[in-house]
């Protein structure tokens, strides 16, 4: 079992910075591909990021691409979502998720496959 606590979220103005970070409870994080996923009110749970367990493979929705950056410290058992430029349709719970992967460059971009989630953190924008 993984336990996942996100925190980070906050208001921000548009145009404004965040950083999010998961912070996972097992030793064996390195064995789990990991991701960020959003949810607005009355709006299904999207995709946002992926990052393999190795770092080595990234993948970001085309919604933030350039402007949300996920990485990951194996070390501390924390992956990070570098939010910049922030727009106010940015705004939504978002969620860390882990999945046990045995192949050091898997990243998982569906929801329905990952095994764990944290509880979420909130994120606003204003305009």
């Known amino acids: 079992q993984v336990q996942l606590v996100e925190s980070g979220g906050g208001l921000v103005q548009a145009g404004g910075s965040l950083r999010l970070s998961c912070a996972a409870s097992?030793?064996?994080?390195?064995?789990?591909?990991m991701g960020w996923f959003r949810q607005a009110p009355g709006k299904e749970r999207e995709f946002v990021a992926a990052?393999?367990?190795?770092?080595?493979?990234?993948y970001h929705a085309d919604s933030v691409k350039g402007r949300f950056t996920i990485s990951r410290e194996n070390a501390k058992n924390t992956v990070f979502l570098q939010m910049n430029s922030l727009k106010p349709e940015d705004t939504a719970v978002y969620y860390c998720?882990?999945?046990?992967?045995?192949?050091?460059?898997?990243?998982?971009?569906?929801?329905?496959?990952?095994?764990?989630w944290g509880q979420g953190t909130q994120v606003t924008v204003s305009s």
């Open positions: 097992r030793r064996t994080f390195s064995s789990y591909a």
């Open positions: 998720a882990a999945k046990t992967v045995t192949f050091e460059y898997s990243i998982v971009k569906v929801a329905t496959q990952y095994d764990y």
């Open positions: 990052i393999s367990w190795s770092s080595r493979i990234t």
